[in-house]
């Protein structure tokens, strides 16, 4: 796992910095969660970038990657932590563009800390908070999709066609006579 891990931080270091979504998340130990995000993304073939940086311990460091960030054209960012969640209501509050939160189950109280962290932000400041872990980790990414297809017609069109292939997948018929 281990491993695994360094490897999808040397990828991370690789990518381009001209994309549409950022990723963020707060620590190398969320990585593994949020591959389901990484490949949902990569299906509807809408660019992306990932990067560790966290609110709590390095908060210049975000401030300075999200002005970046905004400079180099990304469109939206996605915030994935866990504990006490602050980074997507952070990253949240250093945008105007759509934020996605993803609370991580890393402690405890299963992840339900950071739910309420990322959920609970005040009037003003949104935060789309999708469900806890792997499964919130893939629908940040849908929802990202869905997004960016209000101005997209690529993207729409894969949205599209991916609702379609979904429905068939789920249908199921059952003949009362056989
Ligand atoms: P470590 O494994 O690095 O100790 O992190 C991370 O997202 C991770 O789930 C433990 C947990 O702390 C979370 N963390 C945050 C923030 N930074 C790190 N919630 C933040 O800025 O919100």
Request: with cysteine.
């Amino acid at each position: 796992m281990l491993q695994r891990l360094s490897k999808t931080a040397r990828m991370l270091r690789a990518m381009s910095t001209t994309a549409t979504v950022a990723v963020l998340c707060g620590s190398r130990s969320d990585l593994s969660t949020l591959k389901g995000c990484f490949d949902v993304l990569d299906s509807y073939e809408i660019s992306w970038e990932a990067s560790v940086i966290s609110a709590h311990r390095q908060a210049d460091a975000l401030h300075a990657y999200v002005a970046e960030a905004e400079a180099a054209g990304v469109q939206l960012f996605i915030g994935a932590a866990g504990l006490a969640a602050h980074l997507p209501g952070v990253l949240a509050s250093l945008t105007a563009k759509p934020v996605i939160g993803i609370p991580l189950d890393g402690g405890a109280l299963g992840g339900a800390d950071a739910l309420y962290a990322v959920v609970q932000m005040p009037p003003g400041v949104p935060v789309a908070t999708v469900a806890i872990g792997s499964a919130g980790a893939k629908n940040a990414a849908h929802l990202a999709a869905r997004i960016l297809a209000l101005s997209d017609e690529k993207v729409a069109e894969r949205v599209a066609a991916f609702r379609t292939d979904q429905a068939s997948k789920a249908e199921l018929r059952i003949d009362p006579r056989a």
